[in-house]
C-alpha cells in the first residue's frame, strides 16, 4: 500500500480527480448562469403579461407584454431588463448548480474508484511480479506466474519475466556445462603434457646421470626427448585452435574452391609421415567439382582424419575419393585398417578419446574433435561408415545450395 500511494501514478490520479471536480464546478457553474437566465427571462416576461392584463395561468403572447412594458415604462421595466437584477436570480442559479455540479463530481470519484482498484489491482501483480523475479535470481527453476487478462500489459511482463527466467535457466545450465567440459579438458590436457614431460625428464636424467651411455643410446634417447616435445607442442597448438573453434573465433574464408585440390595438398603435407609408415595413398579425385569452403581450414581436417587412420587403424592403403551429385558434395577417406567397433564410433569426436587403447604419442587426441568442428563450421558433416577387420570410411557431405 505504501509503495501505491507514493508511486507517481496514483499521485497522478488524484491530481485528475482535483481537475476533474474543477472542471465540473466551471461547468456547472456556466450551466446553472445560462439556466437561470433563461428561466428569469421567462419570469419577466410573465410578470409584464400580467401587468399588461394577461392571465398567469395562460402562455405570455405579445399583445399583453407589450401592454406591460407600456404600464410599467416609468419604472424602467422592460423585456430587456438583465435577469441578474432580479431577486430570484441567485436562487434559481444555486438551485441549479449544486445538483448537476453534484452529478458531475459524482461520475468524476466512480471514475477514480474504479481507476484506482484496476491501478491497485495493477501494483499487487507488479508486486507479486517482483518477489517472483527476486525468489527466480536464487531458484532458476521457479517459473513466473501468468497474472492478469491475456492481453494486458502485465500479462506481457509476466510473460518477458518468464522468459527471461527460462534464459537464465538455459544459460546457468550451458555455464554449468562448460565449466564440468573445461574442467575435464583441463584434466586431460594436463594428464597427456605429464606423460609427455614424464619421458622427457626420464631420459634428461639418464642422459645426466650415466656416465659410460653410449652415441647409439644418447641418440636415442635425444631422439625420445624432441619426440615427446614435439607431441607437447602439438597438443598446445590443438588446444589452442580447439579454444578458438568452440569460442566461434574463427573467421572462415569462403571461397569457391576445389576439393580435389585440397584432398591432394593435404596428402603432399602428409606424404614424409606416410612413407616412414609405409602406407601407400590412392585417390580418385574428380578436378570439376567445386566447394564454396575455407580452403586452410578445411585441408586441415582432412589432414587429421589421415593421421587418424594412420596412427590408430594399422592400416596399410589410404585412399581418398572427391565426387558430386546434384544433391552434396562429397570428399571421402578410407583406409584398409583393423576397422572400428560399432559401440567406439560415438566416442571418436570425443576430446581426448580414441577407438585404439594403444594410443600413439603422436596423438593429442583433439584432432577428429577439430575436424569435426572444422567441418560443421563449413556447412558440412561427417559420416562415420566402418567395420571391424575391413577399415573404416569417412565421408564429408556438403549439400549444395
Known sequence: MDRFINNRAPRRLVLILVLLLCVSAAAAYFISGKCAERIVSEQIQAGLSVAGGGKLTQSPDEEHISQGEELLSEYGIDRSLPPQLMYSYKGIRRRIFVPVFGLMAAVSLIWFIVAARELMAIYRDLEKIRNECIAAADSPEKRITLYSHDLSSVRRVAESADLLVSRLDHTMFTLSSEQKYLRGFLTDLSHQIKTSLAVVRLNTDMLAELPHISEEQRTKLSDEIQLNLDAMENMVI????????????????????????????????????????????????????????????????????IKNSADHSECTEISAEVSDDPIKVTIALSDNGKGIPQSEIPKLFERFASGNSDRSMYSSGLGMSISQ??????????LIYSEEGKGSRFEFIFLKN
Open 373 to 382: 568442428e572444422i567441418v560443421r563450421g563449413n556447412g558440412g558433416e561427417i
Open 238 to 305: 590443438e588446444a589452442i585452435k580447439m579454444a578458438k573453434l568452440d569460442a566461434d573465433a574463427v573467421e572462415y574464408d569462403m571461397q569457391d574452391n576445389s576439393p580435389a585440390e585440397i584432398c591432394s595438398l593435404a596428402l603432399k603435407r602428409l606424404a614424409p609421415m606416410l612413407r616412414k609408415k609405409n602406407i601407400s595413398v590412392r585417390t580418385d579425385l574428380d578436378e570439376n567439382v567445386r566447394l564454396m569452403c575455407d580452403k586452410g581450414w578445411l585441408c586441415e581436417a582432412v589432414e587429421n582424419i
